[in-house]
Nanobody
Framework: VQLQASGGGLVQAGGSLRLSCAAS????????MGWYRQGPEKQRELVAT???????NYADSVKGRFTISRDNAKNTAYLQMNSLKPEDTAVYYC??????????WGQGTLVTVSS
């Protein structure tokens, strides 16, 4: 399984970005795709996850600002990020997880929010 994340960039505070994560290879039908981030000198943390049936989960810090979605036909997950803050600056990673297996990770895409 390979994951390709894209859509990062430089944006001013209050702006928006949309990240995409395309999965390829042997994709099982029932899975969870997620976005995580790692800021400067911080540990990697959960941002949001979405199951193959559409169930979502968000970190408290992004609730109401970020929306995760997916297109199962394209094996792609999206992260719409609105009202961005400087503290959202991080490398954003996507993954895909199956029950009882280690998740697969993408290479990360950098999001920089200027104040």
């Amino acid at each position: 399984v390979q994951l390709q994340a894209s859509g990062g960039g430089l944006v001013q505070a209050g702006g928006s970005l949309r990240l995409s994560c395309a999965a390829s290879g042997s994709i099982f039908r029932f899975n969870v795709m997620g976005w995580y981030r790692q800021g400067p000198e911080k540990q990697r943390e959960l941002v949001a996850t979405i199951t193959s049936s559409g169930g979502t989960n968000y970190a408290d810090s992004v609730k109401g600002r970020f929306t995760i979605s997916r297109d199962n036909a394209k094996n792609t997950a999206y992260l719409q990020m609105n009202s961005l803050k400087p503290e959202d600056t991080a490398v954003y990673y996507c993954n895909i997880a199956y029950v009882g297996m280690q998740p697969y990770w993408g290479q990360g895409t950098l999001v920089t929010v200027s104040s």
